[in-house]
């Protein structure tokens, strides 16, 4: 009989391993009130600060969120395993893989071909030129969500939030994802472009 339990218990457990998991992170402009089990977000109208909510989840079912603020609500479909976001701000973010390695070294340099790459990439980003999840880059419009990947392990880095590299577990470094909000971006950009030389003036013949 102990034998029994034993194996049932183990089969159990197997089962609930089975089950995806699924992690759904919420942005908002403001601490919103959330109902996980109803999968209800309400958000201030006229909240302050970057608030990130990150909500969990073991199921075989695809998630509908209802996201309201006062009088507007909107439902986010969320499907199952995985990582998915839900941008709840005010404001557009942007966001993309990102291969996280050990700190570049302070006395390291930058040529101007990569700031020009840098700053290509950032503006092709921002107007949701390119996007695509093959890509592993978003734009994740207000009151919109999106999936990021499978893989319900990914680290996610919020806007406003730094972060310089991470910790590399059996090997294998973790795989990451930050995200700005658009206005983040055009200050990146005008940082870049501070550091672009002007080009030298053509030599008269």
Known sequence: MQKMCVALALLALAACKQIPA??????????????????????????????????????????????????????????????????????????????????????????QDEIKQRIDSLEQLIVGKNVSAANRNFIVYPNTGVKLTNNPDAEVVAPFHQMTSVAVVEGKEAEVYRFYTTNEIREIIAKAKALQTAKPADKKK
């Open 22 to 111: 699924t992690k759904v992170i919420v942005y908002s402009k403001g601490k919103p009130t959330v109902n996980k089990d109803d999968l209800k977000i309400q958000v201030p109208e006229n909240g302050s600060g970057a608030e990130d909510v990150v909500l969990q989840y073991f199921t075989e079912k695809n998630l509908s969120f209802e996201v309201s603020s006062g009088a507007n609500k909107t439902t986010i479909e969320a499907s199952k395993e995985g990582v998915f976001i839900i941008n709840a701000r005010p404001d557009t973010i942007v966001g993309s893989y990102q291969n996280y390695g050990a700190p570049k070294k302070a006395t390291s340099t930058v040529s």
